[in-house]
């Protein structure tokens, strides 16, 4: 268990809805990212939060958003959703501090089907 | 971030050490070499990190030639449980800036 938890662990939904994905950072981490992985692409960064600000970007649609809340859970929201965005939403965490060291921990992952 | 290659897929047989190797002759001098593993559709597991030193921990041991543009990770003694998809990632320090940057990886398989 690596202290990161994310909600749901499954969903599905139509094409054209919305969800969010929930994640809980470990305890004591400022960090939080997020990842997609399907098929056919492997593991995708999405985007990263410091203590509620964004501090990087990676292939995230616009379709998607993000945010950090000021008790350092975030939320990933997709909308519009498409066939193509059915896949595995990994959040992950990591601890604060200068050093380059500090290692991320994932969570367990979402499942996501559009149907 | 520096660039790695890896074997697309390996063999090992239980109980014996399987020796995944891993080239990022890229690398820059503030960049650590990591190493993740990801069981079937699991989240990716932290397996070990290093600079410059080898490491060894409780699941592995880490082997960083000195000129750093290469590495080994090592599982002493392999079991089934081991066969996923090992990932080295090399990257670069500093700041909050912390992503990892994946790569195909190499898939382990530890056969009875």
């Known amino acids: 268990d690596s202290g990161v938890t994310q909600t749901p662990k499954h969903l599905i939904t139509a094409t054209g809805q919305r969800v969010t994905l929930r994640c809980s950072p470990r305890s004591g981490d400022l960090s939080v990212y997020w990842y997609q992985q399907s098929l056919d692409q492997g593991l995708q960064f999405l985007i990263q939060?410091?203590?509620?600000?964004?501090?990087a970007k990676g292939n995230i649609l616009e379709r998607f958003s993000a945010q950090q809340f000021p008790d350092l859970h975030s939320e990933l929201n997709l909308s519009s959703l498409e066939l193509g965005d059915s896949a595995l939403y990994f959040c992950?965490?990591?601890?604060?501090?200068?050093?380059?060291?500090?290692?991320?921990?994932f969570g367990e992952g979402s499942w996501l089907t559009v149907v | 971030d520096a660039k790695t290659t890896q074997p697309p897929s390996m063999d090992c047989a239980e109980g014996r050490a399987a020796n995944l190797p891993c080239n990022h002759s890229t690398i820059s001098g503030n960049e650590y070499v990591y190493w993740y593993r990801q069981i079937h559709s699991q989240g990716p597991q932290y397996i070990i990190h290093?600079?410059?030193n080898n490491e060894t921990n409780e699941m592995a041991s880490l082997i960083i030639t000195e000129d750093r543009k290469s590495s080994t990770l090592i599982l002493p003694h392999a079991t089934l449980r081991d066969t996923a998809v090992y990932y080295c990632?090399?990257?670069?320090?500093?700041?909050?800036?912390?992503?990892?940057?994946f790569g195909k990886g190499t898939l382990l398989t530890v056969n009875p």
């Open positions: 990632i090399v990257r670069a320090g500093g700041g909050s800036n912390y992503k990892l940057t």
């Open positions: 939060y410091y203590n509620g600000e964004e501090r």
């Open positions: 992950a965490s990591s601890p604060p501090g200068p050093s380059s060291g500090n290692t991320i921990y």
């Open positions: 290093g600079l410059k």
